[in-house]
């Protein structure tokens, strides 16, 4: 009898010694004399538990971690292999782990089941049912439906997808492109990188059905160049696609093509701009672009172009496959569906959570979170990488949406939380956020290139004491001119955290000394 055992092979588990289980635990299986089948699947998103074991068993995958080298002889001692919970590191059903279960799985619905580059395995889960039923509809009907399900862009700006599409398919072009943002830099965030590692063929059948709805025939992943695993996965995903007929010329024998290709970013956050992102795909510098006209009128090559992030296009196969209405089931107001949110920083279990929008910030944190790493209280949230604002306790029941955010002064951007405790100084964050925009600005706009360089200063006058009010008042006035003046978001939302810390933090811009380390 051969027992199958799960051994992830994303990227965090790797970085926790992931392939060294693999060859331990089959060396160890000789000893006992058994027969072992290890399969590399995708991460379940719970980053604490990694590397997290799983057995299949007659009563599911019982599930083990961290399991480290030292702990795979004593495992198979305890029973692992029939599923025995002696062990301590023993978790039960995989599926019954609170941090997993209490989970709404749309998008994450096969991640860390599957191996992600087995297409049967995919198929096996629901997998290219979207793409089956595009191709038997119009591209307006495709556009329809993804109208219907009121996706939202999940990159940050959350601009209504269906419209996006809808503006591209309305454009008479010979060609059209398809274009997904995997440029992720957010701080605290890694939801795109689970995509493309735990289940690429997602991706690839998203940006297929985009193709067919607007008449694309070309598509890009502009992915990041520090996710080499990332990058691995999705050339081998594509090419596996493209012989097995999802992809390509005549794919599924329909007559239509659609082909793909992976490039690898420039290592400039201001690239996940879009219009950045454009210029840096036409070999260009990654320069922000001003609008309009509009990536979807004159994008990539100047020609009609549908730009989204990694999350966008994977909301699209459950949507095609079980209808727009199926997914506008799922959320509040006008955030509907779900939203992987992802938990980093100081934080006691950190990883991925997908949950329809209507959950509070607080219940994440403390019911997902289990509260901070140290042990110490929780003091502030940043939430939509280092442009979001910094949330203090009074914030925390604010409910994930878009517009209830919004009237908070806050963002949702990429879904990334990231928490600190009481021992963090507000104050050296404010000017790590000016100082993160000084470094990645693209230069072309004043507010941004010479007003974060300004900001940087006067928040290091007051922590000096330097006259402390008057600077106070100019670094409001730096804050506005940036919000109101910048070209892009890059310049126009490093106030808000700098203006949250300035609202609810103030107690730490006054006078100390000054520390070049940002403290996590």
């Known amino acids: ?57 007659s009563n599911g995958r019982m599930a083990y971690g961290p399991v480290e080298a030292q702990d795979v002889a004593s495992l198979f001692e305890s029973g692992l292999l029939t599923g025995s919970q002696q062990h301590p590191l023993a978790l039960g059903l995989t599926e019954e782990i609170p941090f997993f279960k209490k989970q709404q ?60 599409w809808q503006t591209v398919l309305d454009v008479a072009a010979e060609q059209k492109y398809i274009v997904c943002n995997a440029d992720e830099g957010d701080s605290g965030t890694f939801a795109d990188r689970l995509v493309m590692e735990c289940d690429p063929y997602m991706l690839i059948e998203g940006m297929t059905i985009a193709g067919l709805a607007v008449g694309a025939t070309e598509g890009y992943i502009y992915l990041r160049s520090e996710y080499p695993v990332a990058h691995r996965i999705m050339n081998e995903a594509i090419s596996r696609a493209e012989q097995a007929g999802y992809l390509g010329e005549n794919i599924l024998g329909s007559g239509r093509t659609f082909n793909l290709e992976v490039r690898l970013g420039a290592g400039a956050y201001i690239c996940g701009e879009e219009t950045s992102l454009l210029e840096s795909l036409e070999g260009k510098r990654g320069l922000v672009r001003a609008k309009p006209p509009l ?54 279990q950190g990883g991925l959570i997908e949950m329809a929008f209507g ?133 126009g939302m490093t106030p808000y955290p700098v203006g949250s810390v300035m609202k609810y933090f103030p107690e730490d811009l006054r006078a100390k000394s000054i520390s070049k380390e940002v403290q996590l």
């Open 1 to 57: 009898m051969t027992t199958r055992i799960f051994i992830p092979c994303d990227t965090t588990a790797l970085s926790m010694g992931a392939d060294k289980l693999v060859s331990i635990f089959v060396a160890e299986a000789e000893k006992h004399n058994s027969t072992i089948e290890i399969v590399r699947n995708g991460s379940r998103g719970m980053f604490w538990l990694e590397p997290l074991v799983e057995i299949e068993t």
């Open 105 to 164: 799985r749309l998008t994450f619905a096969r991640s860390g089941i599957t191996d992600p580059l087995s297409i049967a395995d995919y198929t096996s889960l629901d997998g290219f049912k979207g793409l089956k039923n595009a191709l038997k509809s119009s591209g307006q009907q495709i556009v329809d439906e993804v109208k219907d399900s009121g996706l939202r862009g999940r990159g940050g700006a959350a601009f209504p997808t269906g419209i996006k």
């Open 295 to 348: 990536p979807a009128i004159v994008g990539l090559f100047k020609q009609p172009t549908v730009v989204n992030n990694v999350l966008s296009f994977a909301a699209i196969p459950f949507i095609l496959d079980k209808g727009g209405k199926a997914y506008a089931d799922y959320g509040m107001g006008r955030s509907r569906g779900t939203l992987p949110l992802q938990l980093a920083g100081n934080v006691k």
């Open 359 to 491: 959950v509070s910030l607080r219940e994440i944190m403390e019911e997902f979170g289990q509260g901070t790493y140290s042990g110490r209280k929780l003091r502030a949230v940043q939430v939509g990488g280092p442009l979001g604002a910094y949330l203090p306790e009074s914030q925390w029941d604010t409910l994930v949406d878009y517009e209830e955010f919004a009237a908070v002064g806050a963002v949702l951007g990429h879904g990334g939380i990231v928490m600190f405790d009481e021992t963090v100084d507000m104050g050296e964050q404010a000017r790590f956020s000016m100082e993160f925009c000084a470094v990645e600005s693209c230069g072309k706009c004043t507010p941004c290139r010479i007003g974060s360089v300004r900001g940087v200063e006067v928040i290091d006058k007051i922590r000096a004491g330097d006259d402390a009010e008057k600077n106070l008042e100019l670094l409001g006035d730096l804050c506005e001119t940036m919000l109101d003046g910048s070209l892009c978001a890059m310049g």
